[in-house]
């Protein structure tokens, strides 16, 4: 018999990206077992609430950054990498991602994604404690799309038809991709290890060759549509990616070219006629989806971007990327074996279940807990409440002053991320409009509003759970 007693929590940083799909798994867990979720955004989770022997489905934190807000300390921690298959991360952000001397101690199950991601680790070291689990993106995409995305299907179709889809993977305008932030940001995770000169390096150049493939592909994006007078081209920004800088790059753009960031990506790709990327792990998505997809690298390296191969047609050379997009005969090529070691996911809908599994084995005994966090008149925890906003004033006066943030990265550690850029990661999530995505994801006959229960515990925080008949 399951333990009714289970609480899993799942946190939410980017909206747009993690949101359709990690509610889509919290109900999947709801309905196919007695445990309750918490759903919510990474900011607001613990602002008014403590856990205790909770479930966190935490993202890959960087374990300096953990013991600084330690959940891990009174909780269960499964790691499951949000950014999709570490199979196509570089050697260098492994070893910062996956720091498994400090990560060891504060992380209970490492999930993965697919086989091609424990090449990438020391295996050995977690073996006891890994298991394979699929993507969490790739397990939503077997939900009822044509109703969770009605209304967005129904704008793209009729406004942009037979269109060619182009997805930006990096944000070259934001101050962490510069090599200075870099070098502190990699400091400050490994400390003086050995090599770590040598690993900087690596960083940096693997870092400018991304840079270099992305504004390939924006030269790319404008050819394309001069090419293509009759149709729409659809160039869609990396999430940190600045507007400001697209619009500035694309001027001059032609009128077919149209630069939008709106809804999630997923109906973009699922309505295009193409999709056209430099290393975005959206293509994912498109295999999935059974779309056509183009790979272009112009500086592509094995040692880089090897598993980007994988996916074909895949072009170095400008010219003949273009002569193919003309073309009439678009055929796309995937491996079903190299597919299903990059993810289960591929072959299987089994993410909820396989995770389910997991927590019977290792953790049925656990009774968890949330609790309140009393509101006090205490003087000295008052001082802090009013400190921390003091803190919290001038680190955004710095953090909007280039110049001081620049000063800062070459000296000391890089400031955190704007309020401005938090609020474009995640503003609010409501009651509603997880009580109508629950009737979109499935079938009424198999999964109701009725058979799920919804409470808003605090900002931007559920509780999911079965209604008892």
Same mark, same amino acid.
């Given at each position: 018999?399951?333990n009714?007693?289970i609480?899993i929590?799942?946190?939410?940083e980017?909206?747009i ?6 509610l ?7 309905q196919n077992?007695?445990?309750k ?6 900011r607001f989770?613990?602002?008014?609430i403590f856990?205790k ?7 890959n ?5 953990r013991?600084?807000y330690?959940i891990h ?7 499951l990498?949000e950014?999709?298959?570490?199979c196509?991360?570089h ?9 498994l001397?400090l990560?060891?101690k504060q ?8 086989k091609f ?5 020391n295996?050995r070291k977690?073996?006891?404690?890994t ?10 995409l077997?939900?009822n799309?044509n109703k969770v995305?009605f209304?967005?299907?129904l704008y793209?179709?009729?406004k942009y038809?037979?269109?060619?889809f182009?997805?930006g ?5 934001i ?12 400091r400050?995770?490994?400390g ?5 000169s040598?690993?900087?390096?690596? $960083?940096?150049?693997?870092?400018? /060759?991304r840079k270099?493939?992305y504004?390939?592909?924006?030269? #790319?994006t =404008?050819? @394309?549509a *001069?090419?293509?007078p ?9 999430p940190?990616?600045s507007?400001?800088?697209i619009?500035?790059y ?20 699922a309505n295009?006629a193409?999709h056209i990327h430099a ?18 690298m112009?500086?592509?390296?094995k040692?880089?971007f090897s598993?980007?191969r ?10 003949k990327c273009?002569e193919?997009i003309?073309s009439?005969?678009k055929?796309t090529?995937?491996?079903?074996? $190299?597919l299903?070691n990059?993810? /289960?996911?591929?072959?299987k809908n089994?993410?909820a279940?396989n #995770?389910? =599994?997991? @927590?019977? *084995?290792?953790?049925k005994n ?6 309140y966090k009393?509101h006090?008149?205490n003087?000295n925890?008052?001082f ?9 004033y ?5 953090n909007?002053n280039k ?14 991320i704007?309020?401005h ?12 409009e ?5 009737i979109?994801?499935k079938?009424k006959?198999n999964f109701?509003k009725?058979s ?6 605090s900002d ?10």
């Open positions: 018999m399951e009714s007693n609480i929590v799942i946190p939410i980017i909206k990206r993690e949101f359709l799909s990690k889509y798994l919290a109900l999947q867990i709801v077992s007695n445990f979720v918490i759903i919510g955004g990474q989770l613990t602002r008014k856990f022997n909770c479930i966190w489905i935490d993202k934190t960087q374990p300096k950054h013991e600084k330690p300390l009174d909780n269960k921690i499964l790691m990498d950014e999709g298959p570490i196509f991360q050697k260098s952000i492994i070893k910062e991602r996956y720091y001397k990560l060891c992380v209970d199950m490492f999930l993965f994604s697919g991601d424990l090449k990438k680790i295996y977690i073996k006891k404690k298991s394979l689990i699929g993507n969490i993106k790739l397990n939503f077997n939900s799309l995305f209304k967005e299907n793209i179709r009729k038809k037979n269109y060619i182009i997805t993977h990096y944000p070259s305008a101050v962490r991709t510069q090599d200075e932030w870099i070098k502190s940001v990699t400050n995770i490994l003086n290890t050995g090599n770590l040598r690993h900087i390096s690596s $960083k940096i150049k693997f870092n400018n /060759l270099k493939n504004i390939s592909l924006l030269e #790319l =404008k050819k @394309i *001069k090419d293509n009759q149709r729409n081209v659809v160039f869609r920004k990396h940190l990616e507007f400001s800088f619009k500035k694309f001027k001059n753009k032609p009128k077919n070219l149209k630069i939008i960031y709106k809804y999630s990506v997923t109906p973009w790709i295009s193409l290393g975005c792990q959206s293509s994912l998505e498109t295999i999935k989806l059974k779309k056509k997809l183009v790979t272009y112009p500086y592509y390296t040692e880089c598993i980007y994988n996916f074909k047609p895949f072009f170095f050379n400008e010219k273009l193919f003309k009439k005969k055929n090529k995937f491996s079903q074996k $190299k299903n990059i993810s /289960l996911s591929f072959s089994c993410l279940k #995770l389910i =599994k997991i @927590i019977n *084995k290792n953790f656990l009774k968890s807990e949330i609790i009393v006090t008149n003087i925890d008052i802090k409440i009013n400190l921390f906003r003091v803190g919290s001038v680190k955004s006066i710095i909007n110049f001081i943030r620049n000063i800062l990265i070459r000296n000391y550690l890089p400031m955190s704007t309020k850029d938090k609020n474009v990661k995640f503003k609010k999530i409501g009651n509603q997880i009580k109508k995505l629950i979109a994801f079938n006959k109701t009725d799920i229960n919804v409470k808003k515990l931007s925080t559920f509780l999911i759970s079965r209604n008892e008949k």
